[in-house]
């Protein structure tokens, strides 16, 4: 009898769930300080000019989503004899750390061709990490309410570690060249050590045995599930559309904040504010979700988001303070963002098993990641062209309308786009009801099957 779906109702283990949570943490404050403090280093500390950083930087992003695909694929076809996620974790380790440490800490003058192979180097191990942990975290359990609690750790640990790494500027003081240089050395070291670890603890304590059944044309199989009507087609068409929602405020907070209310020094006090909601809401959402279902609580959090968005345009420079109702109240609503999708998607390897007869997690969350990428992607290519053609310009040289523009580009094409997600998650089938039932049909076909082998045994 497989132990899928009869021996893993309660999930793992405590010290389980926090050893494998933990994973998430260097690698949050990794990619966030790749994001918001790197750019800022190279183009103070280097001869490079901010068109050539963004462009080194937009390529490897781009390439990064064609990996993906590719470690998904690899982590589902490796022996399981070492477990199937937890080599692909312990592999990256070393080459995660190595690629934050020459990125973070350079040598003298840097050129663009060192940053671009070490920007690609981290996002490749990056993927060798991410893909697998997460198709390892949706392989924990197979409870519906019990995946809401791994990711939700997982998510916790990942807040934790962003805010580990955007206070990192702010205690070493780090406004001037030599100083963001100590704050990305220090990031580099909380980085290095907690992975290592992290990765040392989840390799020792949490549990991977999983089973994956693939199919022989493994890439055709994959276009069969986004070509036809699937509940994994719903998902994953939500998820961009909330994802571009959810991008394009993020991509222009920092042009709001400074053009729009006029008070660029409050961006980091709002930001940090921003996550801490986040972390915080966590365990709500998680619990709203085992009372209603996780697609019904993540429409609510998308209506509680457009609900305190839409007000963003109406409030004036002198009342900026104000906006932090905004930051709480979307904040908040985030955490159901970064929790509920990821563990609906996780849900679906059940539905997977139970109407193809493959296991493939890896493939799932490989899809998950490019379509996560492919948001922030195409919200550049709204948002920043809208702008232009509205004659916002980000040197600060504005009209009265052109900063009412940018107030808007900010706020309704987020609304737009995340009303567009709830309606697509109309009528979603796997409720927890079928989601169990398909479990008890899983666990019979397995039961089946194994007294079917045991009496041919017994025959011979």
């Known amino acids: 009898m497989s132990k899928a779906y009869v021996d893993q109702p309660d999930g793992p283990q405590r010290h ?15 990619f966030v300080t790749l994001q918001v403090i790197v750019p800022t280093f190279y183009a103070s500390a280097t001869g490079l000019s901010l068109s050539a950083i963004g462009l080194i930087l937009l390529l490897a992003r781009l390439w990064d989503t064609f990996t993906d ?34 990125l973070f800490v350079p040598g003298s003058q840097p050129g663009g061709y060192y940053l671009l192979f070490w920007t690609l180097a981290i996002y490749i191990a990056g993927t060798m990490s991410i893909v697998p942990m997460n198709a390892w975290g949706a392989e924990l359990t197979t409870d519906y309410q019990q995946r809401s609690r791994v990711t939700g750790t997982r998510v916790a640990f990942g807040l934790a570690g962003t805010l580990a790494a955007l206070l990192v500027p702010v205690i070493v003081g780090a406004d001037a060249t030599s100083s963001l240089a100590g704050a990305l050395k220090a990031i580099a070291w909380l980085v290095v050590v907690t992975l290592l670890a992290a990765t040392l603890l989840s390799a020792r304590f949490v549990p991977d045995n999983s089973d994956t059944r693939l199919p022989e044309s493994v890439w055709r199989d994959s276009f069969k599930l986004l070509r036809e009507p699937t509940p994994f087609r719903q998902l994953l068409g ?60 993540w429409s609510i959090a998308i209506v509680l988001a457009c609900g305190f968005f839409v007000w963003s345009p109406f409030i004036p420079a002198e009342n900026a303070h104000w906006f932090y ?72 040289d504005n009209t009265a309308s052109a900063l009412s523009a940018l107030a808007w580009v900010y706020c309704a094409p987020c609304v737009a786009f995340k ?17 169990d039932s398909m479990r008890a049909q899983l666990a019979e ?10 009496g041919l045994q017994e025959g011979k």
């Not at 389980?16 to 990794?30: D, E, N, T, V």
């Open 16 to 30: 389980q769930l926090l050893c494998y949570g933990s994973l998430a943490f260097p690698l949050a404050a990794a």
């Open 69 to 102: 695909p590719v470690v998904g694929y690899l982590s589902d076809r490796s022996p399981a004899r070492f477990g199937k996620r937890k080599l692909w974790v312990v592999v990256s380790a070393p080459l995660v750390c190595a690629s934050v440490w020459m």
């Open 238 to 297: 939500a998820f961009l559309l909330n994802g571009i929602g959810n991008a394009i405020p993020a991509t222009l907070f920092l042009l709001f904040v400074t053009h729009a209310l006029g008070v660029p020094q409050q961006a980091g006090p709002m930001l940090f504010c921003y996550f801490i909601c986040a972390a915080v809401s966590v365990p709500f959402w998680v619990w709203l979700a085992g009372r209603i279902g996780k697609h019904q609580a």
């Open 325 to 396: 109702l905004v930051v709480i109240g979307t904040g908040f609503a985030t955490g159901a963002d970064l929790v509920l999708p990821s563990a609906i998607n996780g849900d679906l390897i059940e539905w997977d098993a139970l109407n193809t007869g493959y296991r493939r997690p890896g493939l799932f969350f490989a899809l998950w990641g490019t379509t996560t990428k492919l948001a922030y992607a195409l919200a550049i290519g709204i948002a920043f062209p809208l702008l232009d053609f509205l004659n916002f310009s980000a040197s600060g």
């Open 419 to 435: 009303l567009a997600a709830m309606m697509a998650m109309r009528n979603y089938p796997v409720t927890r009801e079928v989601h």
């Open 445 to 454: 076909r397995e039961n089946t099957g194994a007294d079917l082998a045991t």
